[in-house]
């Protein structure tokens, strides 16, 4: 019997790489559902990282937002989360800052720090009232 049908015999190790084929992918079926949560976990992380950092859920104003706002961040007329959004804005673009700058000359001074931003909003709030 020359023949050689399905049942040759294996070469020497070929039984011992297939089951350690087999065990790496029954690992890998049995890790997948923990990856699956782990990715989910990454991007829900991520999601809310970027939404604590907006805060509430609101966009940033861009320029072409925040420049008309201006004149009533600068009177005050301008409701609290707006007025925030637009310190955040300004704190953050130098390109608004010299807007303010421009319509309120003397009234702005170029600050990097959001808080004293928000400081220099409630001393022109304060000047406007009187
Ligand atoms: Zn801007």
């Not at 005050?76 to 608004?96: I, K, Q």
Request: hydrophobic share 40%.
């Amino acid at each position: 019997m020359t023949e050689h049908g399905p049942w040759d015999e294996c070469p020497t190790g070929l039984v011992t790489k297939m089951a350690g084929q087999l065990r790496a992918k029954q690992l890998r079926a049995r890790l997948r559902p923990m990856m699956a949560a782990v990715a989910i976990l990454l991007v829900l992380g991520g999601t809310w990282a970027v939404q604590s950092k907006i805060g509430d859920g609101a966009e940033p104003l861009t320029c072409v937002e925040t420049v008309p706002m201006l004149a009533d961040y600068h009177s005050g007329n301008l409701e609290g989360s707006v007025a925030t959004r637009v310190d955040e804005h300004l704190a953050n673009c130098p390109s608004c800052r010299k807007h303010f700058e421009d319509q309120f000359p003397g009234e702005a001074r170029i600050v990097e720090d959001a808080d004293k931003l928000v400081a220099l909003r409630a001393r022109s709030v304060l000047l406007a009232a009187r």
